[in-house]
């Protein structure tokens, strides 16, 4: 079935840096969503892509789309302690979410060193 | 947006008990997804369910193991039968509210 592949795993870095993470795919998506978690909560949307090459900010993230359809990549820049957490790229195949699942990336958790 | 009211919160059960989660919505959603989110790991679809229908199961899950109610647009149960420890996890509702999924807070379960 397919796969999605965060990197990094984990990051640690102090406030105020640019983070910059992304996610690949074993074969094309054509929605692709960027979730955040935080301890003892369910995740929660921040950015959602539904064009190859579609370059789209939500305040401090920007988010693109992949040209190939398998990749996109997910940007904060200035961080600040509330951006801890963990960061999970989702696929979908359909370009008009309702009916199909999501397939969740392995994730990647931001840690801000003080 | 939906509004997701997901419990027990959390819970520690013995091995070869069962523990029913309920999920609350404060609209009326058609569709209705429970995940697992195992130690560490990203989210797996269970299954979908939807209301007045057998809940739909993703390759691997059975619904002996893992039953599943929706008697109505509002409200859904899941139910993780003769537990094991392998069953620790995060058990998370979902729905899908004008295009978008929203998650309740999960179900942190420990099985000893």
């Known amino acids: 079935g397919q796969q999605l592949n965060q990197s990094p795993q984990s990051m640690f870095i102090q406030e105020g840096e640019d983070v910059s993470m992304n996610c690949t795919s074993s074969?094309?998506?054509?929605?692709w969503l960027w979730y955040k978690q935080d301890p003892g909560e369910g995740p929660v949307l921040l950015i959602a892509?539904?064009?190859?090459?579609e370059l789209t900010s939500n305040g401090r993230l920007t988010a693109q789309f992949g040209i190939t359809r398998k990749d996109s990549f997910l940007n904060i820049s200035a961080s600040i302690p509330s951006d801890v957490g963990i960061y999970f790229c989702?696929?979908?195949?359909?370009?008009?979410?309702?009916?199909?699942?999501?397939?969740f990336g392995t994730g990647t958790r931001l840690t801000i060193i003080p | 947006s939906a509004v997701i009211s997901q419990k027990p919160s959390r819970d520690i059960c013995q091995r070869g008990t069962s523990l029913t989660i309920q999920c609350q919505v404060d609209?009326?959603?058609?569709?209705m997804f429970w995940y697992r989110q195992q130690p560490g790991q990203s989210l797996t679809l269970i299954a979908t369910?939807?209301?007045?229908?057998?809940?739909?199961?993703e390759s691997g899950f059975v619904i002996d193991k893992f039953p599943i109610s929706r008697p109505n647009l509002t409200f859904s149960t899941l139910t993780v039968s003769n537990m094991s420890p392998e069953d620790s996890s995060i058990y998370l509702c979902?729905?899908?509210?004008?295009?978008?999924?929203?998650f309740g807070s999960g179900t942190q379960l420990s099985v000893l």
């Open positions: 369910a939807n209301q007045g229908s057998e809940a739909t199961y």
């Open positions: 609209s009326q959603v058609t569709m």
């Open positions: 989702a696929g979908q195949l359909s370009s008009n979410f309702g009916n199909e699942k999501l397939t």
């Open positions: 892509l539904y064009k190859a090459g």
């Open positions: 074969s094309i998506f054509n929605t």
């Open positions: 979902s729905v899908e509210d004008y295009g978008e999924l929203f």
